[in-house]
């Protein structure tokens, strides 16, 4: 499986982005996926997952602010992020785990590339 983040970039506090993960090779719904962070200077962190039936997990600092959803159909998770902080700046990474649910990393078997997110005040 192949994984390949895209739509980071710049964008002030309080905007919105959208990343974006499309998967490819023997791809299956049956992953769940998720998005983790790393901010400078700091490991890489949980953010959100999302299982084969849509079913959601968020840590707790983006719950409200931030929304994963899958398309399976495109084999594609997205990340839909509002109301940015600073603090929010990161590489953000799309990875796979053959799990029903994790928010651990080791778990997760597939990783994409990572897309970096800044957030300005």
């Known amino acids: 499986v192949q994984l390949q983040a895209s739509g980071g970039g710049l964008v002030q506090a309080g905007g919105s982005l959208r990343l974006s993960c499309a998967a490819s090779?023997?791809?299956?719904?049956?992953?769940?996926m998720g998005w983790f962070r790393q901010g400078p200077g700091k490991e890489r962190q949980f953010v959100a997952g999302i299982n084969w039936s849509g079913g959601t997990t968020y840590d707790g600092d983006v719950k409200g602010r931030f929304t994963i959803s899958r398309d399976n159909a495109k084999n594609t998770v997205y990340l839909q992020m509002n109301s940015l902080k600073p603090e929010d700046t990161a590489v953000y990474y799309c990875a796979a785990s053959p799990l029903a649910a994790s928010i651990v990393r080791p778990s997760y078997q597939y990783w994409g590339q990572g897309t970096l997110v800044t957030v300005s005040s």
């Open positions: 090779g023997r791809t299956s719904s049956s992953y769940f």
